[in-house]
Each structure stands twice: as C-alpha cells, then as structure tokens.
C-alpha cells in the first residue's frame, strides 16, 4: 500500500476502515485511523492505527522508509484506535522511543502489557528532527489527557480528535473531499462536547486529525467553525421530535409544523424511531426550538426517547426554547415524566406540555396549529445569545 505525501518529508502512513463496528455514533460513513510519518534527521511517528489495520501501517510506512528507522512513535491518544498496533509496531521499529505524557505511559503499559522505552514529555516541550522541531501541547478533552503535535517549520498541527470527521475516502484532504463540514460538526457534537475552549491555533497552516481528512484549503475556516460551535449558537430554526404508534401524535406533530411554517419559519421534523441518534443530536444543537411530541408507552416514556434525551444532556446546551406535546391512550399522561426527564437540560419551557387523548379532533389539530404559529414567530424573533 502507498503513503500520501502531504508535503516533502511528511507522509500519511493510516488505514481506512470502510465498516467500523459501531463503538461510538456518527460512524455510518466509515472513519480513517490517521498516523502521520515525518522523515528527517531523525523520524517520527504520529499515532499508530487500530489493532487489525496494522499491515496497512507497515505497508504504508515501508513505501516511505526503512521501518526499522523509526527513532520516535508519538502517542496524542492512547486509546486503541490509535494505540492498539503499538506491540508488533515496536517488534519492527526496535530503536523507537514512545514520545508520550506520564498518564498516556501507564495507560498504554496496561493495554499492551510491555515495558517499552518511553520520552515523558509535557506542555512546550520540543524535540528536534533535524530541519523540524516538534512542540508539544497537553489538551484535556472530556477527561481525557491528549498531546498535540505541532511542527514549527511546517506549521502543521497533529490536532488529535480536534477536527476530526469520521469518513472513510480513499482521498487524504479537503482539497480534494468536498463538503465536510457537516461531518466535522458531527464529530464536534456528538464527540467532543462539552468543548469550552481551543489551544492556540494562530500559526497553524495545516490540521492533520486522527479521523478523516487533512485540512489544508479550509483550515482557517473550520477553526473558525470551531469558535462558534464551542459557543453553542443556534440557528433561527425549529426542530420537532416525534414518535408515534397510533398517528395520533404524528398528526399532532405535522400539524404544529404546518404552523410553524406558516409564518415563515424553518422547520425540521424527525421520527426519532427511524433517524439516527448522532444526526438528530447535530439537528438539535443547530436549533433554537425544540419541540418534542411523546406518544403512548407502557413504560411512560418510550426508551428511544429517554435515550436521546440522556445524550442530549451531556451536550450542556442553553438558550434554547422546548415545547412538549402527547397523544396517549393509556390512564395516564407521560407529560409529567417528560418534564422530569427535559429538566435538566436547561431549556426555556415555552409553553403548557399540549395533551391529547386517543386522537385529535380537528379542533385539536387547530389547537397544534395555533400553538405551531407561536412557536414559529418565536423562533424567528429570538437570537440565541
């Protein structure tokens, strides 16, 4: 297999995983295990790919170089996607050191269970290639402890998980992959939130992730992208979530939309039961309304929608307005344990929970109607701060 100049001296040595088992959401498109070889003086590694994709790594790096010249193999992530070829790596590269933090070394010594020669580094630290010099910067993402690599020279930053989109493409960068910022926010939401801030970022040229493409035509951009995300605005849009057994809540929730449209706002309408979880979370967080119809369920609330809701919660969104709506048949409303589940998300409650029983009358579907024009007219008037 061949490596991918990125430019002279750097290589992108990783593996496409076309079918990846599903370990986290957003993964329907595939995803890439990125490793990055720089060639000087001396050379460096950056990252390892997932146990199973070794061959490619070896192939792609041998393309490159000698193998056996490898002089650092830097781990930013130590998980096993990135850290799981490390023990027939090091059978190969026998003189390699592992560049790495004192909290990424012990865990990789538990996974893999070898006594390797490590270089403990932290933040600012450098190590010299020969034209190049490698800076290292410590980020924590979500309780996790992730080294940067950033060369000087080439302005190049190894972004780890920032950045990221999970595509599998036999193509290498954005120049060459169009439209990749949907799955690059889809990788932000449903991965690294609750982000609250960036490192650094004002002389990088470059972003090589450890998923998908290398930024090279919009780095700038999606740095930009970045800020904003990291804010958590939303659009001037409202979103409408349902699920639905009977049709009753269905109808409700096509009527409420009809109103929502009616005075010219942008409406999205989802059945949670046929979407996936990842893509309902990204329509969301681009939302400024959220309305939720629950329908009937022998346990109150259906577990599709408690589930989302858990997920939700991790994202710590705020300015957002929620309306709540049921059509049930059972004794009880669910309302209530919709309330006590949506309370924590920190959501304006916009209006009364709408309840219906067994199927609305058209004077109900006109009630979702009226109460569809005021979510609409509040959607558009509010900016999220």
């Not at 690059?184 to 972003?207: C, G, H, Q, R, T």
């Not at 049930?328 to 998300?345: A, D, Q, R, V």
Request: hydrophobic share 35%; net charge negative.
């Amino acid at each position: 297999m061949k490596s991918f100049i990125l430019k002279e001296g750097i290589f992108w040595v990783g593996a496409v995983d076309y079918n990846p088992p599903k370990f986290g959401p957003s993964l329907s498109k595939g995803t890439t295990y990125n490793s990055y070889l720089i060639s000087d003086e001396k050379t460096a590694l950056i990252d390892t790919v997932k146990h199973g994709f070794t061959q490619e790594l070896v192939s792609r790096i041998s393309d490159a170089i000698d193998i056996s010249k490898i002089d650092y193999i830097v781990i930013g992530n130590y998980q096993m996607d990135h850290s799981g070829s490390l023990p027939f790596l090091m059978k190969r590269a026998k003189n390699a050191k592992i560049v790495t933090t004192e909290g990424s070394k012990k865990a990789i010594e538990k996974y893999h269970g070898s006594k390797w020669e490590f270089e403990i580094v932290s933040d600012g630290d450098l190590i010299n290639l020969g034209r190049t010099t490698l800076l290292f910067k410590e980020f924590k993402l979500n309780d996790c402890d992730l080294l940067l690599t950033y060369s000087i020279e080439d302005r190049i930053l190894f972004s780890g998980d920032l950045f990221s989109q999970h595509i599998a493409s036999p193509k290498r960068t954005d120049i060459d992959i169009k439209d990749l910022e949907y799955d690059a926010l889809s990788y932000f939401v449903n991965y690294l939130l609750p982000l609250s801030e960036l490192p650094s970022l004002k002389d990088v040229k470059i972003l090589a992730p450890n998923h998908g493409a290398v930024w090279i035509k919009d780095a700038k951009n999606i740095i930009q992208k970045y800020e904003d995300w990291i804010k958590r605005e939303s659009k001037n849009k409202a979103i409408i979530i349902y699920g639905s057994t009977w049709r009753g809540t269905e109808k409700m929730a096509y009527a409420i939309a009809d109103g929502i449209g009616s005075v010219g706002a942008e409406i999205e309408v989802i059945n949670y039961v046929n979407s996936n979880l990842e893509d309902i979370l990204v329509k969301i967080f681009e939302s400024k309304s959220i309305v939720i119809g629950c329908p009937s369920s022998n346990y109150g609330v259906p577990f599709e929608l408690s589930k989302l809701l858990y997920n939700l919660k991790h994202l710590k969104l705020e300015n957002r307005l929620l309306t709540l709506f049921t059509c049930y048949s059972f004794k009880e409303s669910p309302i209530p344990l919709l309330l006590g589940l949506t309370s924590n998300l920190g959501f304006e409650l916009f209006d009364p929970p709408l309840e219906i029983k067994y199927m609305p009358n058209e004077e109900e579907i006109n009630l979702c109607f009226e109460l569809g024009t005021k979510i609409g007219e509040k959607t558009k008037s509010n900016k999220s701060k």
